[in-house]
């Protein structure tokens, strides 16, 4: 580490200032500048002059004036909602879900296109091109106005590069996206993990707005995890941790999805659900049979209603396999709240009652007191858009070190 002090340039520390300024107006909007004055520790000449700019810059607006109990009635300010938009893209296996959002975060326009993502590495980038140019169309947002793209999408990825290093949900492997996107579409390209991006989507406008720390769980077609710790996506060494479907369960089990055996996600996604009813049942059920959109766990709520005995024990079984699995997550990060859901508006709640019984079971000690576990049955395709959208505000709040 070079530790050698670099006197800051005056350029840098007013770009810092400015960022800072920026920051509390949008964390703490509307708000004068007298409030900005005590908050910051700038004085008020500087936030005057800085402020100004921002308005000139069409990045922060006046909104109205504060209540006052005498002398000069002082102006609130906000972000300018239309100084900028973003784009967010999440890839799935037969569809891009995509929203263009303001600097507010909020979704001005959304559209889901069906295309073939899954086995179609190669076509990839033209697919996301004609997504996001049909966006822009659409959306009426001059082109200029944009800042940037941000994509979701499952499996490992290098952040860095922009690279689907490993997604077995599109069986894509070392798929290069970040820097073919920027050059084709002139603008930045933020590419990450879409449970990640689902987590920026909770920790900006979902469940996790109070939360500092939170885990987000998510089963579905696979089993996915984000971390947020001290309001920081957790990304591991060099960043792509936090695969929970990919930890052991069984060293012996079911053979998994990436190759190897037991992994917890051989158990907890739609594919391990059906095995683990066909395991119980005399007569099997065929993946296919959710080509409709329909969940595993919603597909086995209707075999319950109709009465069958071992759809009800497999729903009570995968229970316990996430039980057990949250039970070790507590264990490792002793979180303040986990979030669990199917990410597209599926049931997770028939789940609770047997997960909740073995949670209580493998939770070590009183790592579990106060844990709030908040199941999420709302969440829509388009949050996870939205959240990779975040990527790019994110980027476009952040210090200028
Ligand atoms: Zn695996």
Same mark, same amino acid.
């Not at 591991?236 to 936090?242: E, I, V």
């Given at each position: 580490?070079?530790?050698?002090?670099?006197?800051?340039?005056?350029?840098?520390?007013?770009?810092?200032?400015?960022?800072?300024?920026?920051?509390?107006?949008?964390?703490?909007?509307?708000?004068?500048?007298?409030?900005?004055?005590?908050?910051?520790?700038?004085?008020?000449?500087?936030?005057?002059?800085?402020?100004?700019?921002?308005?000139?810059?069409?990045?922060?607006?006046?909104?109205?004036?504060?209540?006052?109990?005498?002398?000069?009635?002082?102006?609130?300010?906000?972000?300018?909602?239309?100084?900028?938009?973003?784009?967010?893209?999440?890839?799935?296996?037969?569809?891009?879900?995509?929203?263009?959002?303001?600097?507010?975060?909020?979704?001005?326009?959304?559209?889901? /296109?069906?295309?073939?993502?899954?086995?179609?590495?190669?076509?990839?980038?033209?697919?996301?091109?004609?997504?996001?140019?049909?966006?822009?169309?659409?959306?009426?947002?001059? /082109?200029?106005?944009?800042?940037?793209?941000?994509?979701?999408?499952?499996?490992?990825?290098?952040?860095?590069?922009?690279?689907?290093?490993?997604?077995?949900?599109?069986?894509?492997?070392?798929?290069?996206?970040?820097?073919?996107?920027?050059?084709?579409?002139?603008?930045?390209?933020?590419?990450?993990?879409?449970?990640?991006?689902?987590?920026?989507?909770?920790?900006?406008?979902?469940?996790?707005?109070?939360?500092?720390?939170?885990?987000?769980?998510?089963?579905?077609?696979?089993?996915?995890?984000?971390?947020?710790?001290?309001?920081?996506?957790?990304?591991?060494?060099?960043?792509?941790?936090?695969?929970?479907?990919?930890?052991?369960?069984?060293?012996?089990?079911?053979?998994?999805?990436?190759?190897?055996?037991?992994?917890?996600?051989?158990?907890?996604?739609?594919?391990?659900?059906?095995?683990?009813?066909?395991?119980?049942?005399?007569?099997?059920?065929?993946?296919?049979?959710?080509?409709?959109?329909?969940?595993?766990?919603?597909?086995?709520?209707?075999?319950?209603?109709?009465?069958?005995?071992?759809?009800?024990?497999?729903?009570?079984?995968?229970?316990?396999?996430?039980?057990?699995?949250?039970?070790?997550?507590?264990?490792?990060?002793?979180?303040?709240?986990?979030?669990?859901?199917?990410?597209?508006?599926?049931?997770?709640?028939?789940?609770?009652?047997?997960?909740?019984?073995?949670?209580?079971?493998?939770?070590?000690?009183?790592?579990?007191?106060?844990?709030?576990?908040?199941?999420?049955?709302?969440?829509?395709?388009?949050?996870?858009?939205?959240?990779?959208?975040?990527?790019?505000?994110?980027?476009?709040?952040?210090?200028?070190?």
């Amino acid at each position: 580490m070079d530790y050698t002090a670099q006197p800051m340039g005056r350029k840098m520390m007013r770009e810092m200032n400015q960022n800072m300024l920026l920051n509390l107006i949008r964390a703490h909007a509307p708000i004068s500048r007298t409030q900005l004055k005590k908050i910051s520790g700038l004085s008020l000449a500087t936030i005057v002059g800085m402020t100004t700019s921002l308005i000139e810059q069409q990045l922060v607006v006046e909104v109205g004036v504060a209540r006052s109990t005498g002398g000069r009635k002082a102006g609130l300010l906000e972000i300018y909602p239309h100084g900028g938009y973003v784009i967010g893209i999440d890839l799935r296996d037969y569809q891009i879900v995509g929203a263009v959002l303001n600097l507010h975060g909020r979704v001005i326009y959304e559209e889901i /296109r069906s295309v073939v993502l899954r086995d179609n590495a190669a076509s990839a980038v033209d697919l996301i091109v004609e997504s996001v140019e049909a966006l822009i169309i659409h959306s009426r947002v001059p /082109r200029e106005k944009m800042l940037g793209l941000g994509c979701g999408v499952s499996g490992v990825v290098d952040t860095q590069e922009g690279i689907s290093l490993e997604s077995w949900i599109l069986n894509w492997h070392c798929v290069e996206l970040g820097r073919p996107l920027k050059e084709r579409l002139g603008m930045p390209v933020f590419v990450d993990n879409a449970v990640n991006c689902l987590a920026c989507y909770e920790k900006s406008y979902g469940n996790g707005r109070t939360y500092h720390d939170f885990l987000l769980v998510t089963l579905g077609r696979g089993l996915g995890m984000a971390a947020v710790i001290k309001d920081v996506l957790y990304r591991g060494a060099q960043g792509r941790g936090c695969e929970f479907g990919h930890i052991t369960f069984d060293m012996n089990g079911r053979r998994c999805e990436c190759g190897k055996q037991g992994c917890l996600e051989a158990y907890i996604s739609d594919h391990g659900i059906f095995r683990t009813y066909n395991e119980l049942a005399p007569s099997p059920l065929e993946i296919k049979t959710l080509d409709s959109g329909m969940s595993a766990i919603d597909y086995l709520l209707t075999r319950i209603q109709e009465g069958d005995r071992y759809a009800r024990e497999t729903v009570a079984l995968t229970g316990t396999y996430l039980g057990v699995g949250m039970a070790t997550l507590v264990n490792l990060f002793n979180p303040t709240c986990i979030i669990v859901t199917n990410g597209v508006g599926h049931h997770v709640d028939p789940l609770v009652e047997s997960m909740d019984t073995l949670m209580k079971q493998h939770i070590f000690s009183v790592l579990g007191n106060n844990l709030r576990l908040i199941v999420e049955d709302n969440t829509t395709l388009i949050n996870w858009a939205r959240g990779a959208g975040c990527l790019v505000l994110q980027d476009f709040f952040s210090s200028p070190l």
